[in-house]
């Protein structure tokens, strides 16, 4: 087998190794990369997988992805780096001894207690990885307007060779927020713009087009499209399926994984994962309002629309960017045969929250509660078998404290999300000008 090739979804661009693929981001033409097909983990990986370690199954998973690109060695390094956290499979019962009613995948134990760290952390490695060597740092600009900011800022802080530089937009994120920005040092820079999100957006995309910056400093995004931060969630959507095996050993796969989805990435890799050969059956496209893919599912017609605001703000995604990847590899024909869709309402959601956490004492985050609706729905259509369902746990609901408190109560912050609050800020404030962002880069 030849080393891995990466295609533009609109295929007017030249492919692509891995490594041009990740530190480009973007294709050319404005496509997303895809890898040119999706290999089958060994014969072996695959007996052997309920017994495997987490960071054995991220080896397996990725290695064919970049098999050009780097050693065994490096790459085992780079999981070993970025995978410094668990991904349990947890049982959800209704009575101590009772039966499980449902299995959550926590995907929330991360520096950002969301399932994101999962990609931040390996695509900031492997950017590290791949400029090994290079006379200057690679310049990482990004413009947020509050939670992106601190996810890229903690998935690159301490990472080697590589400067992360956050525009925010001074004093309209929150407190803990800005702690996250411009609190941890070090290789993250914090600038906080007098202006607003907008502004920052518009310096950034200035800084790109500036010739004489680009020519002192090499700069680049670091985009949530980028394939180097999808692929690595293909490895908990193994180790899921890995752990509910060894929980439930049966001939056929029989996993299914209840997605909260708003940009689709996590279900791409979940679907990346299962053509791999991961013993799961199916997936649940599980949606807010914004309900464009399981419309699509439904009528197989792609409608983009604008977004509406949730309770489930993440999710909050009309004209999901990895619909590009979707049709780049599955018919919708092939599509409904892996994936059910189903949405729930704000209104539904607060009422699963409750719900569950009546009866099971579990708290959920909207995102999560979303998932575990939409399989409640299938489940009661008789299209899914509930003690199958998997529901990915994709923030601890601290985070979303404003809207879960007054439905369950108090909630016990973790640790990681504790230690934040006790960061200072240090941010510079400047003007909401390109000169401003030029003195302070090149400063
Ligand atoms: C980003 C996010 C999602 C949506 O994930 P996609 O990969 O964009 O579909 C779901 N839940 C939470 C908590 C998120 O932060």
Redesign the pocket.
Known sequence: MGAMRYYSTRKRAEPATFARAALSGLAPDGGLYVPEDIPPCRAAVKTSLPTMSFLDIAFETLRPFMDADLSDGALRDLCAGAFTFDAPLRLIREAPCGPPVRRILELFHGPTA???DFGARFMARMFSYLRRGADKPLDILVATSGDTGGAVAAGFSGVDGVRVTVLYPQGRVSPLQEKQIAGLGGNIFALAVQGSFDDCQRLVKAAFACAPLREKLDLSSANSINIARLLPQAVYHCAGAAAFLRAAPSAAPSAVLSV????????VAGLYAQAMGAPIARFIAATNINKTIPDYLESGVYRARHSEPTISN??D?GD?SNYERLAAHWTIDQLRALVSGAHASDEETRQTIRAVHTRTGRIL?P?SAVAWKAADALIERGAVDRKNVIVLG??HPAKFAGTVEPLVGPIPVPPQLAGAEGLKAHSRVISASGEALLDALLG
């Open positions: 969301a399932f994101k909260p989805s708003g940009n689709f990435g996590n279900l993440a999710m995604v999901p985050d995102h994709t923030a």
